[in-house]
Every structure is written in C-alpha cells, then in structure tokens.
C-alpha cells in the first residue's frame, strides 16, 4: 500500500491523559499536512512540515500540541492532558512539495480520538 | 478572511444530476478542490480545477467555475447510490502557500431511488 497511513485508527482515552498519533506519508512526499475534523465540519488546518522543518502552525494549536517529524519522513501529533473538546477526527495529508509546484494532498484515513 | 461556504444538505433521486454549489472567498486560491468523504473514511480527491478555468469534466463529473462570482460547483451525472457521501470544496490561498487547503463544512449528498 502507498497512501498516506495513520496509526491509530481510533484512540479513547480520559480526560487528562497523553496521546501520541503518527502518520506515514507517500513515501518521497516532502510535505505533510495535520488537520483536525469535528463532527459536522470540514477539516481545519493545524500544522505543516516541509522535511522536517515546521513550517507553520494555526492557532488552533493550543500549547497542549505539539507535532514532530524527526527524520522528515513520518510525522507524530502529541495532545498533553486532553480535553473533551479535543474529540476529534485528526487527519493527515501528504503532498510531494516540489517549490513552485501546486500539488494535490493525499489523506489518510485519520485517528479518531474520544475523549472522555 | 478565509471562508468556504456550502449548503449542508442535497437530496436527489438515482438516476438524477446533482448539482453541489460552493462560495470561496480568497481570489488569490490558484486551485479548487472537491473532495468527496464517506463514513467512518478519509478523504477522496474527486476532481480540481484551476482558477484560469472555467469549466472542466471527468467522466461523470463537471466542475464549473465563476471567478468573478467566487462561485464553485460540481455537476455528478447519471447520480447513483454509491455516490451517497459528504462533499467538500476547499480553496488553497496564496497565504498558505497555495498548498493549505480551506474547506467547507461538507454537502451531504443523499441518493434514494
């Protein structure tokens, strides 16, 4: 398979704990999206990484969030004492990124976290 | 500011054209999307169009496009059953580097017989 692959699937946990999620991208994609679905809503933007530099961050990230991508390959969002409003689909998207090159964003199935 | 506006529900009989409209703000998007998103799945890029166009078809979709109005909407030909789904259009504005994707909150597409 080469999509864009997520794990998780699905996560519950309570209130106030730690969880990690990880994504895998398209292998040689430099660019790696994190948006967050809740119920009856499109998905909104919450970081990018091109490599393993982030590049920008929406203000939905509160300082509970924090992403990573190491190696500039995969790529882990990490929620500290998580809170019900936290429930949410987490997607993630890969695209190559070539500079100067509008390319279409591949996704992944997503994690869906619920909070208790 | 960054809005993407759609009808949340679209009702239509198999066998019938739906028509699923879309109102983008940004004029500096280069690309529009429509993705299309079924239950308990990620999300399917079904077709995009770029924003010197005005119109452009894939097998049973048409996607039209009316810049000056910011006016998107995606045409399904022939509609059947398994095109019963969530539909978004999403813009990508030159802020985010024409590669950040805005979306709307989703028309849910019900196809009955």
């Known amino acids: 398979d080469t999509g864009v692959s997520q794990d998780p699937r699905h996560k519950i946990t309570k209130r106030g704990q730690n969880v990690t999620f990880r994504c895998d991208p398209i292998?040689?994609?430099?660019?790696l999206y994190w948006y967050r679905q809740t119920l009856g809503q499109g998905p909104e933007f919450l970081t990018y990484?091109?490599?393993?530099?982030?590049?920008?961050k929406s203000r939905l990230l509160s300082d509970r969030f924090s992403a990573e991508r190491p190696k500039g390959s995969f790529s882990t969002l990490e929620i500290q004492r998580t809170e019900q409003g936290d429930s949410a689909m987490y997607l993630c998207?890969?695209?190559?990124?070539?500079?100067?090159?509008?390319?279409?964003?591949?996704f992944g199935p997503g994690t869906r976290l619920t909070v208790l | 500011g960054e809005d993407v506006e759609q009808s949340l529900f679209l009702s239509v009989r198999e066998g019938d054209s739906s028509v699923i409209n879309c109102t983008y703000t940004?004029?500096?998007?280069?690309?529009l999307y429509w993705y299309k998103q079924e239950p308990g799945a990620g999300l399917q890029l079904l077709t995009y169009?770029?924003?010197?166009?005005d119109m452009k078809q894939d097998q049973r979709l048409t996607v039209l496009l009316n810049k000056k109005d910011k006016h998107l909407s995606l045409r399904i030909a022939d509609t059947q059953t398994g095109d019963s789904a969530i539909y978004f259009c999403?813009?990508?504005?030159?802020?985010?580097?024409?590669?950040?994707?805005?979306f709307g909150a989703g028309t849910r597409l019900a196809v009955h017989p």
């Open positions: 998207a890969s695209i190559h990124g070539l500079a100067g090159v509008v390319d279409t964003q591949y």
């Open positions: 292998s040689e994609h430099n660019r």
């Open positions: 990484f091109q490599n393993e530099a982030q590049l920008e």
């Open positions: 940004d004029s500096s998007s280069t690309y």
């Open positions: 169009i770029f924003s010197n166009m």
């Open positions: 999403a813009e990508t504005p030159f802020e985010g580097g024409y590669n950040k994707l805005i």
